[in-house]
């Protein structure tokens, strides 16, 4: 049973545009979120986390958006440049006892054309 | 400041072999965690040690161990190997593991089991 879960395996856009990828999580427990960023043959890069007592957390050109209600985030990129190209992972980490651990999701294989 | 260092990057072994792993964490973090990630999955949590001692274990059977050493560093065994446990194997570490900080993760282990 996934309980992170991105449900767009891929997303295309140009450079300059707003990139907006989403991840639904299942799992009451997630309390702290965080997206990390892949390229190929490389481990993930920690881009930017977000706590559930807040609904937005901005960082440059990346702004996380959490609706817990929804049990849903997501990570926009403004603007979209061609080395935001990669593979962007949505992670949660539950409170109490397994507050050890990370959940991923599949991931979304983001590509800004030039 | 050196990240997360892993060796070896490659391995081939075959089928009923045993491997060993090794993971050095970011300097001044105690804790370190291992995840497994499959082709086209989201990394999966194995184990997460701090203070030499194992905190929590993922849903892997016994052929897989771990230990952490007094400075810090980890190394993963994976015993009987399978066919299945082809994948990279990521090593993460943190300050403590078990609060809202993100997990910093090293470039991994490509093991492919022949």
């Known amino acids: 049973d996934q309980q992170v879960k991105q449900n767009s395996p891929s997303l295309s856009v140009q450079e300059g545009r707003i990139s907006i990828l989403n991840c639904d999580y299942t799992?009451?427990?997630?309390?702290?979120f965080l997206w990390y960023k892949k390229y190929p043959a490389e481990g993930p890069t920690f881009l930017i986390s977000?706590?559930?007592?807040?609904d937005k957390n901005e960082d440059g050109r990346f702004t996380v958006f959490l609706n817990k209600s929804a049990k849903h985030l997501s990570l926009h990129i403004v603007p979209s440049q061609p080395g935001d190209s990669a593979v962007y992972f949505c992670?949660?980490?539950?409170?109490?006892?397994?507050?050890?651990?990370?959940?991923f999701g599949k991931g979304t294989l983001l590509t800004v054309n030039p | 400041d050196a990240g997360v260092t892993q060796s070896p990057t490659h391995l081939i072994k075959t089928r009923g072999q045993q491997v060993t792993l090794r993971c050095s964490p970011i300097?001044?973090?105690?804790?370190v965690s291992w995840y497994q990630q499959v082709l086209g999955q989201g990394p999966q949590f194995i184990f997460q040690?701090?203070?030499?001692?194992?905190?929590g274990r993922g849903n892997f059977p016994d052929r897989f161990s771990a230990r952490q050493f007094p400075n810090y560093s980890s190394e993963l065994n994976v015993n009987a190997l399978l066919l299945g446990d082809s994948a990279l194997y990521l090593c993460?570490?943190?300050?403590?593991?078990?609060?809202?900080?993100?997990?910093?993760f090293g470039d991994g282990t490509r093991l492919s089991i022949l």
């Open positions: 992670a949660a980490k539950a409170s109490g006892g397994s507050n050890y651990k990370l959940t």
């Open positions: 993460a570490s943190s300050i403590t593991g078990d609060s809202n900080q993100p997990q910093h």
């Open positions: 040690y701090y203070e030499k001692e194992e905190r």
């Open positions: 977000i706590s559930s007592i807040k």
């Open positions: 300097s001044g973090h105690k804790s």
């Open positions: 799992n009451s427990m997630f309390d702290y």
